[in-house]
Every structure is written in C-alpha cells, then in structure tokens.
C-alpha cells in the first residue's frame, strides 16, 4: 500500500474509533446503571447525565488540540489521539460508581477533542476531490457509530459492561503505536496541493456570511445529531416490542441503521464536488426535518424504515459543511475554524442530551423527543438558507482519489 493510501486508511480508522468511543456508553449505560443498583426502570434516564460531560469536552477541548497540533504537529497528536483514548477507555471500565465512570468518560471526551479538528483539516490537504474524501471519511465515522452498539451489544449479551471499554481500548492502543512508526518513517505527508488550494491563499470573498450560516447549521446538526445517534440504540429495546427485545438483536439493528445511512455521505460528497452546494443543504436539511417527524410516529418495522432514512439525511449533512468551509478558509487556518465548529457542533449535542433526558424522565416517551429534535432541524434550514449561493471558491473537475 502506497503513503498516501496508508495515511487515508489511518485517517480513517481515527474516524471511526472517535465515534466508537463516544457511542460505547449510549448501548452500556443500563447494563452499568444495574450494576450499580440502579432500578431496571429508571436506569437509562438516571445514567444519561454521567455521559454529557464528555460530551462537552469533545466540543470544549477542540480549540486546545488544534492550537497544540499548530505549535507541535498534526501527525504527532492524531498519534496521541489513538493511544490517548484507548487508555482512557481502558480506565473507564475500573470505574466502581456512575461518578468515577463519568470521570472517565469524561477523559475519553478529551481526547476525542482531537480528531475532528486535526483528523478532518488532514482529509481536508491538498484540494481536489475535497467532498468525496470527506464523504468517505464519513462513512468510516459513521460506521464507527454503527460497530458502538453492534461490538457493545454482543459483549453485554455475554460478558458485563467492563469489557465493552477495555476490548475497543486495546485495539485503539495498537493502531496507534502503528501510526507512530509510520509517522516516524517519514511517509505520513499531506498530498500536493491543487492550483485551487494554493490559490486560496486567504479568507476567500463571502466568508463571514458564509461561517455564520454554517455556524447555525453546525449547532442545529449537532443538537439533532447528539440525540439521534445515543437514543435509537436504547429507543430500540423499547418500540420494537413486535420485533425483539434482545439486547444483542436490538444493538445489531441499531448498527444496521447507522452503517445503511452512513453511505449517504458518499452519494452527498460526489454531489457537492459536482454541483452548486446551497441547494443540496436545503434538501438534505428538510429530509431532517421530516423524516424525524415521521419517525416520532411509528413503532416495530415502521420505525425501523423511518430511522434508515432519518439518519441517511442526518449524516449525508456532515461532508457539506465540512467542504463549504474548505472552500472559503485556508488551510493554516483550518484546524482552528474546525475546532471552534466542532466546538458548537458538541457543545449543542450535550445540550440535546440533557433535553432527551428531561423529556424521558418526564415520562414524554421517544416519540416526544423525536418531535424536539425534528423543530431543531428545522434550524438546519434556515442556516442553509443564509448560505451564499455560490460556495467560495469553487473544486475543480477532478478525478476521485481510489480511498
């Protein structure tokens, strides 16, 4: 395998484990909560706030690893990032109460912080085929949302919670020695850079109209996203009665849902390289909006369907903004606009949490959740609106690169 294949492959597998680890307690967080003595019926709402802090610190600490890759290198913190998370994950499972686990947590949220400034600015060099990289890069996050319930459900099924941290730990360790050496040996670069790229050689024309609608976008999709990818996994074990109720089959339809819409980025990130953006946002944008209506209606097999679609709008979103901002910032500035988006992105995510829970607690059901986030979509389309028609300085025709 070539550098460049080697490098995207790494790239890749950073997206991956990034969601993975976020995502191991939304499937484990009853299992832990019993274990703890927590009521059967009361575990899930009880155990959802011990997760927002690290849901905040992977928006929070964004800002941080991109000033450190800035002053040191962005090989050497995507480095950190696998040893630093496995270990954290690895920790996670001695946790003896709900508190110590969201401690740990909270450290797996600190060095997930890492990845999507830095991970994303790296897919992101050298121009080109921007939206494609980024739709495939996706896709390997998203299946990494869809392997957190699927690899959790299966060691609940047999094991305790303990292990669903301290496999994925492991493996993340490894992949990240990996990388070291191959940063070591000189080969991990960035690709030339396109005319494009270097021609954007500052804030391309447009640019603050431009970030303010991906600024709102960013907060909408993320409260819509923080929420859609930790309750389906549990939503799942309870309006599907007609289906299953094992924990092992509900994981595996919950993976199944993330990992068929995931491959909507593919289909969005071909689009934005070939055609005008704006458009493309407002549609993916109102399929949010409804679908996750319709969803906050069915049960069983109907439910299941409209969670496919839901998710395939609500992930085919994240290459857009991503290449949009590629195309107006440059790259010494990437990692820090990244950062600060990542930032609002996650930061409303932790917020949508804690109205999940609020509603749950409440005894408003699923369903009253679901209609929330599908007013909060509707915010997605009024950032896309505001977007500029034309998308700054536009991709060249180019052939896509072989991921």
């Known amino acids: 395998m070539d550098a460049q294949r080697l490098r995207s492959l790494f790239l890749n597998l950073g997206h991956f484990a990034d969601h993975l680890f976020m995502l191991i307690f939304a499937k484990a967080a009853v299992s832990a909560g019993l274990a703890f003595g927590l009521a059967a019926d009361g575990a899930y709402a009880e155990m959802i706030p011990y997760g927002i802090p690290a849901l905040i610190l992977f928006g929070a600490c964004a800002p941080l690893a991109a000033h450190i890759a800035d002053k040191w290198t962005r090989n050497a913190m995507i480095t950190v990032f696998f040893i630093g998370i496995g270990s954290a994950s690895i920790i996670t499972s001695f946790a003896q109460s709900p508190l110590q686990i969201a401690m740990g ?4 949220g600190v060095f997930a912080a ?7 600015a790296m897919v992101i060099e ?5 939206g494609w990289r980024l739709g495939v890069n996706g896709v390997w996050g998203n299946m990494g949302v869809a392997a957190a319930p699927l690899i959790t459900g299966f060691i609940l099924a047999d094991y305790d919670w303990r292990l669903a941290f301290v496999v994925p730990g492991l493996v993340s ?5 990996g990388y070291a050496v191959f940063a070591r040996s000189g080969r991990a670069v960035a690709p030339a850079a396109t005319a494009r790229e270097k021609a954007l050689v500052g ?6 109209r431009a970030l303010l609608a ?4 960013s907060a909408a999709g ?3 996203f923080g929420a859609m990818t930790f309750i ?3 939503m799942f074990e309870v309006r599907l009665p007609g289906v299953t109720s094992d924990v092992a089959i509900t994981g595996m339809l919950a993976a199944a849902v993330y990992a068929v819409a995931a491959f909507s980025q593919l289909i969005v990130g071909r689009l934005v390289d070939t055609h005008s953006v704006k458009p493309i946002l407002i549609g993916v944008a109102i399929g949010q909006a409804a679908l996750i209506g319709v969803m906050s209606t069915q049960i069983d097999y109907a439910l299941f369907a409209a969670a496919v679609c839901a998710m395939a709008f609500v992930f085919g979103q994240i290459p857009i903004t991503d290449a949009v901002l590629s195309r107006y910032v440059p790259d010494v500035w990437r990692a820090k606009t990244l950062s600060v988006k990542f930032l609002l992105n996650l930061g409303v995510g932790a917020l949508s949490l804690l109205t999940a829970r609020s509603i749950l607690a409440a005894d408003g059901g699923f369903g009253s959740v679901l209609a929330v986030l599908a007013i909060g979509a509707c915010f997605i389309v009024l950032g896309a609106l505001l977007l500029p028609a034309k998308a700054g300085v536009e991709a060249s025709p180019a052939p896509a690169p072989a991921e």
């Open 126 to 130: 050298g121009g080109g085929r921007v």
């Open 214 to 217: 991906l600024a709102l976008v």
């Open 232 to 234: 389906i996994p549990r």
């Open 203 to 208: 804030f391309a024309p447009g640019w603050i």
């Open 105 to 108: 947590l909270a450290l797996i």
């Open 173 to 177: 360790i490894l992949i990240g020695i």
């Open 114 to 120: 890492i990845y999507h400034p830095i991970g994303i």
């Open 222 to 224: 993320g409260f819509v």
